[in-house]
């Protein structure tokens, strides 16, 4: 899957991880495993890398500018905006 040339001495690190998977998926993946003459770990070792691979942006977005208010007068006396229960029965007109 990954290629590393001209090394002449490689060094493989292995690590065990204890995984939780469902029922269904885990006998899915056994099966699966089975079928192609592999074992469970060498599924996982070769599916992970394209899941990881495939949530990497393809392209950034675009920026956008958003526009800034130039409004003048601010909030109305006794309006507290860290307050969401009194701002919404200011605006509900209770008292």
Sequence with gaps: ?????????????????????SDR??????REATRRGETLTALIEQGLP???ASSVPQHRRKR???????????VLPG?????SSRLSDTMEGRP
């Design 25 to 30: 998926l885990l006998e899915q993946a056994k």
């Design 50 to 52: 394209l899941v990881l």
């Design 79 to 83: 309006v507290d905006l860290n307050d």
């Design 1 to 21: 899957m990954f290629e590393v040339p001209h090394v002449t001495s490689v060094k493989l690190r292995h690590m065990k991880a204890i995984v939780k998977l």
């Design 64 to 74: 956008v500018n958003l526009p800034i208010c130039r409004a003048v007068g601010g």
